[in-house]
């Protein structure tokens, strides 16, 4: 089993429109949570970190689930310039700054 | 804001040949890293390092080594190339949590 998954999509939806991405880590340890943006040719960078209680930055919203081990990550009225790659990222208890990387889910936003 | 830059964006080398590949970060971070990313699995951990001098291995070690004589270099070095280590590689630096990407070396090597 993969230590971080996500379903790879790609996810087409029409501008405007609100999507949600579920990810789910293995290791119930994991401290620090993530969630990096990577857009075609070009390297991840990070789009927000994933607290307890959640949180919001503009019109992205971060959740984290201890219980069930998944993080959610969701996008309201959806522009052409979020269509990217969104990563799930978590933290490795092996090393503090360690982390490990999901595949990715491909977000494409259409006019 | 913090940069880091690879030696190359484009690589193209030979099996059998003695690849290099070069990071540098601006910040003054202690910890790097050297990824590989290929469709379908995402970032693979190669190697990472949290001193000058220290290295560990990350989840795909087999075939790399790295060198890291200064805080602010880090090196991969694939000591004889493979068709099977083409792929695109990304160094990244931290302090704490948050990784900072360089742009990326895509390497083929034929």
């Known amino acids: 089993r993969k230590e971080v998954e996500q379903d790879p999509g790609p996810f087409n939806v029409p501008e405007g429109a609100t999507v949600a991405f579920n990810c789910t880590y293995s290791?119930?340890?994991?401290?620090?949570f993530f969630w990096y943006r990577q857009d075609c040719r070009k390297e991840p960078k990070l789009l927000m970190s994933v607290y307890s209680s959640g949180n919001e930055d503009g019109r992205f919203t971060a959740q984290l689930n201890r219980a069930s081990q998944y993080i959610s990550l969701l996008i309201r009225d959806s522009k052409l310039s979020d269509s990217a790659t969104y990563l799930c990222?978590?933290?490795?208890?092996?090393?503090?700054?360690?982390?490990?990387f999901g595949a990715g889910t491909i977000l494409r936003v259409k006019s | 804001d913090v940069k880091v830059t690879q030696s190359s964006r484009y690589l193209v080398k030979r099996t059998g040949e003695k690849v290099f590949l070069e990071c540098v970060q601006d910040m003054d971070h202690e910890n790097m890293f050297w990824y590989r990313q290929d469709p379908g699995l995402g970032l693979r951990l190669i190697y990472f390092?949290?001193?000058?001098?220290?290295?560990e291995k990350g989840d795909i070690p087999e075939g790399y080594s790295v060198s890291r004589e200064k805080k602010e270099r880090f090196s991969l070095i694939l000591e004889s190339a493979s068709t099977n280590q083409t792929s695109m590689y990304l160094c990244?630096?931290?302090?704490?949590?948050?990784?900072?990407f360089g742009p990326g070396t895509r390497l083929t090597v034929l």
């Open positions: 290791n119930s340890a994991s401290q620090s």
């Open positions: 990244a630096s931290s302090l704490f949590g948050e990784q900072f």
């Open positions: 390092s949290y001193d000058v001098k220290m290295k």
């Open positions: 990222v978590v933290n490795s208890m092996e090393y503090g700054n360690k982390l490990v």
